[in-house]
């Protein structure tokens, strides 16, 4: 079992530009969660996919969007890149979205926006 | 809202002493509890969680929890470190199917 993963494992942007972010879930795992984690700081809950449909959304601005495919892959896109947009992106997944079922994470993407 | 506290930023332990890192959560009703440890270049390993029950919890790696209403807190306890310990150590809130919230962290170091 692969785990999740993530891809790519760094990305470095310029500000203004545009980013996608790809997951693959553990096997089995139907609900991808994605959190932001900048520098010493915890993760920040950006928003939940299940079923291909964005279930709850963290205080994120609508420049994150993301996408869940019929595989139950996930895309985190980010458009009009800030510098404070830095960090350490953390794709989850999980079998559904009860909150007893443990959520295991990917590596990250460690995303650099100059 | 949900917050998580972790007041203690960095924590220094010597290899075989005991460890405890303390975690404070602030909500209305008793969330889940979660502690997760993070090392360089990993994604996050959920050590132990609770949802209700005893509140003495035994997790992953030789870790231990409890929670404790009248503080609300959920400290983390380990009897004896090992230097392979030393990483991230992050502890969660969620209450129901809401988004996990975490705290800010506290990293260990083990000196030999």
């Known amino acids: 079992d692969a785990g ?8 470095i942007k310029t500000r203004g530009q545009q ?32 079923e291909e449909e964005e ?16 595989n139950y892959s996930s895309e985190l896109n980010v458009n009009a890149l800030l510098l404070g947009d830095s960090a ?12 007893y079922n443990e959520q295991f994470f990917g590596p990250g993407t460690r995303l650099t926006v100059l | 809202a949900q917050s998580v506290t972790q007041p203690d930023i960095h924590i ?23 502690w997760y440890v993070q090392s360089p270049g990993q994604g996050l390993q959920l050590l132990l969680k609770y949802f209700s029950g005893d509140t003495l919890v035994q997790g992953i790696k030789g870790f231990e929890a409890e929670f404790k209403r009248s503080q ?3 400290n983390l306890r380990k009897p004896s470190v090992h230097w392979s310990d030393a990483a991230e150590y992050f502890c969660a809130s969620q209450f129901g199917n809401e988004k996990l919230t975490f705290g800010t962290g506290t990293r260990l170091t083990i000196i030999p």
Do not use: M
């Not at chain 1, 999740?4 to 990305?11: D, I």
């Not at chain 1, 996608?20 to 700081?41: E, F, I, M």
């Not at chain 2, 010597?14 to 979660?34: D, I, K, M, V």
């Open chain 1, 4 to 11: 999740v993963t993530q891809s790519p494992t760094h990305l």
């Open chain 1, 88 to 99: 350490l992106y953390l794709c989850a997944s999980s079998f559904s979205i009860s909150s």
């Open chain 2, 12 to 34: 220094t332990v010597s290899e075989g002493a005991s460890l405890e890192l303390r975690c404070n959560y602030s909500y209305g009703a008793t969330p889940y509890l979660f």
């Open chain 1, 55 to 70: 279930r709850q959304r963290g205080n994120f601005p609508d420049r994150f969007s993301g996408h869940q495919f019929p």
């Open chain 1, 19 to 50: 980013v996608t972010l790809r997951c693959s879930p553990k096997s089995g795992h139907d609900t991808v969660s994605w959190y932001q984690q900048a520098l010493g700081q915890g993760p920040q809950f950006i928003f939940q996919y299940y």
């Open chain 2, 72 to 74: 609300s807190s959920f």
